[in-house]
């Protein structure tokens, strides 16, 4: 036989190879390398029906071993500070999207989705909003003008936004904000309004901390979105962040309050999760810790309408913890030298990973 026909025959046998394997289930060239990988974050959440997603600040994307996981292990991202008022119109009627547009650009080469946080709080907002006093017109102006042209800017780009952050104290009543003091709490259901016009699509949340279980606060997010959704305002979603802490104790009622939001019709996420403890780290702490965001995944994934989980950065290494709570850290799956912790096993393990 010639080495023509011989070479032949054999491509003809090794196609015939690879497709019995194919059909066997058994994958061949690349797809048995991306076989042989263990699943990400992401993937596994997909499983389920969920995703499972990170913050990130820009100061960090010049960290590039810190970027390849951002962009592998996750397919849901949120800007941390980036879209926050004071970035992202520091003068008025003068709008910057450096930042934002940073992190969307990045979301996208990664074919990751972006949740977009946030466009309503009472913090970090730039001195020209917060030096002066307001008529009820002017400044229900400027925050119709700001949701706008935010919403407008990254219309078709995002997935989600948190419209209102953090509108409630503990005991339930309205926070004391500028837009409360000025406008009163109508001024919730015109951003809702606001954002909507600007972007249809968008998912629209409102976002708080010490929401995870049952009590006054969450009853009062529960009040409330039971109203609006009376009242037909576009809202889609309730964000529990879930900063978490040990000595706290874990939020036993999770479950039963993602399904009574549930049953009102809505969306629910985890959206800044982290578990912080008192330093220095202990095995017996990690080990807890691990317990912990396993839990929370459980949650989750036992109410349909829990959508996704997203850490608040996924490495100590950029924790926002250290800063505010001294004294406390360890509060992520990935350690500060991107080295996976239990809790970053116990999360593959809760959604699935057998390997």
């Not at 339930?172 to 259901?189: D, M, V």
């Not at 972007?199 to 969450?218: C, F, V």
Request: glycine share 8%; aromatic share 10%.
């Amino acid at each position: 036989m010639s080495r023509t026909r011989l070479s032949r025959t054999r491509l003809r046998l090794t196609g015939a190879l690879a497709a019995v394997l194919v059909a066997a289930g058994v994958a061949t060239g690349p797809a048995a390398q991306a076989h042989d990988r263990p699943p990400t974050l992401a993937e596994l959440a997909q499983r389920h029906g969920r995703y499972f997603g990170s913050a990130t600040d820009n100061p960090e994307l010049t960290d590039t071993a810190y970027t390849k996981l951002l962009g592998t292990e996750f397919d849901m991202i949120t800007p941390g500070n980036g879209m926050k008022w004071y970035a992202t119109e520091p003068q008025q009627g003068v709008f910057d999207w450096t930042d934002g547009d940073q992190i969307v650009n990045l979301a996208r080469k990664n074919h990751q989705r972006v949740r977009a946080h946030t466009l309503v709080w009472h913090s970090q907002l730039p001195d020209w909003l917060t030096s002066r006093d307001w008529t009820a017109p002017e400044l229900r102006a400027v925050l119709k003008n700001h949701i706008q042209t935010e919403v407008r800017h990254y219309r078709g780009k995002v997935y989600s936004w948190d419209v209102v952050n953090e509108a409630f104290n503990e005991d339930g009543s309205y926070r004391e904000t500028l837009w409360y003091k000025t406008l009163g709490p109508g001024y919730i259901a015109d951003a809702l309004r606001w954002a909507h016009q600007a972007d249809p699509h968008a998912r629209l949340y409102l976002n708080d901390y010490n929401i995870e279980g049952l009590g006054a606060k969450s009853d009062a997010y529960y009040a409330l979105a039971r109203q609006l959704k009376a009242q037909h305002v576009p809202l889609d979603g309730i964000g529990l962040q879930a900063h978490l802490a040990l000595q706290y104790g874990y939020p036993t009622t999770l479950e039963e309050n993602l399904r009574r939001f549930s049953g009102l019709g809505l969306d629910t996420a985890l959206t800044e999760v982290d578990v912080r403890m008192q330093l220095p780290a202990t095995a017996e702490k990690l080990a807890e810790q691990a317990t912990w965001y396993s839990d929370l995944t459980k949650a989750c994934l036992a109410v349909r309408r829990c959508v996704g989980i997203t850490v608040w950065d996924y490495t100590d290494k950029y924790s926002w913890i250290p800063a505010f709570f001294p004294g406390e850290g360890a509060a992520l799956p990935w350690d500060e030298q991107l080295a996976p912790k239990p809790a970053y096993f116990a999360l593959r393990t809760t959604l699935g990973y057998t390997g």
